[in-house]
């Protein structure tokens, strides 16, 4: 049993960065991937970034080049770095968990399919 807790959201000008933190708490054994996805107001749900406990990592086109996720195993928390932010990336952030290998967790990101969630971070932009 694995709890989420996200952090780190808030408002931010056009342009700017935030860091968004991603605490787990309960034990995670084995294989794990963490992923970010996030939803704006009257559209779908998107993937955002995701990475395993080796550290491979992936991104959304809409991601790449601007956001970096990261982790630190031993503090159980998962971090996305939000630089150079859009008014598109205005959303609610949230941090997933699955506890698969990288060859199923990639489409677990794809399709939202997670075995835990945490309760979102809203990010606005201005």
């Known amino acids: 049993h694995v709890q989420l807790v996200e952090s780190g959201g808030g408002s931010v000008q056009a342009g700017g960065s935030l860091r968004l933190s991603c605490g787990a708490s309960?034990?995670?054994?084995?294989?794990?991937?963490v992923g970010w996805l996030r939803q704006a107001p009257g559209k779908e749900r998107e993937g955002v970034a995701a990475i395993d406990e080796s550290g491979t990592s992936s991104y959304f086109d809409s991601a790449k080049g601007r956001f970096t996720i990261s982790q630190d195993n031993a503090k159980k928390t998962s971090f996305l770095q939000m630089d150079m932010v859009k008014s598109d990336d205005a959303g609610m952030y949230y941090c997933?968990?699955?506890?698969?290998?990288?060859?199923?967790?990639?489409?677990?990101?794809?399709?939202?399919?997670?075995?835990?969630w945490g309760q979102g971070t809203q990010v606005t932009v201005s």
């Open positions: 309960g034990s995670i054994y084995g294989d794990a991937c």
């Open positions: 997933v968990l699955k506890n698969v290998a990288w060859d199923r967790c990639w489409g677990a990101l794809r399709d939202g399919d997670f075995e835990y």
